[in-house]
Structures are given as C-alpha cells and as structure tokens.
C-alpha cells in the first residue's frame, strides 16, 4: 500500500523518528494520549503548518478518557467567553 506509519510514545527516545514526525514523513502518527498531553513539542506540532495542511483525522486509542476531555475543553471555552 506504501503507506508510512510510525508509533510515538514516551517510552522511544528515537530523534531521527521525531524530526521525520515533525516534517510529515509519516500518512499515520499514532500517539498515545498522554503523549499528546504531557508533551507541548507535539501538541505544537499538530497546530504547525505541515500538520495544518495534511492532517486529515486525529484517532484517539482511548475512547473513555473523550468525555472528560470533552468537558474540559468547554470549560475553558465558557471561562474564556464568560469571564
């Protein structure tokens, strides 16, 4: 299928694998949450412009914890607007 996959996690200490993350050498990044969570180099990368334009859908592996995300984004957007 010549699709490029990798897995991104806190336990890999692989550079080369990161910066190839970072310029979008990869169709599918599978993150764990808590990486998404605990790192902001990755947070910034899903916001930066390579990711902006290729990113076609974000896939969380662990569907109980979307609800309390969920209520945590609207949160911030009701403190934002109504504070």
Known sequence: MGIKACYVSGEQDDERM???????A?????FTPEMILASRRW????IGEVYSH????FIVDE???V????VTI???IFCKKYN
Not at 18 to 24: A, L, M, P, Q
């Open 43 to 46: 947070r910034e990368m899903l």
């Open 26 to 30: 990869y169709q599918i990044v599978y």
């Open 54 to 57: 290729q990113l076609r859908a």
């Open 18 to 24: 990161r910066k190839d993350v970072i310029k979008g």
């Open 74 to 76: 609207l949160f911030h």
């Open 67 to 70: 609800k309390k995300w969920y």
């Open 63 to 65: 569907a109980h914890t």
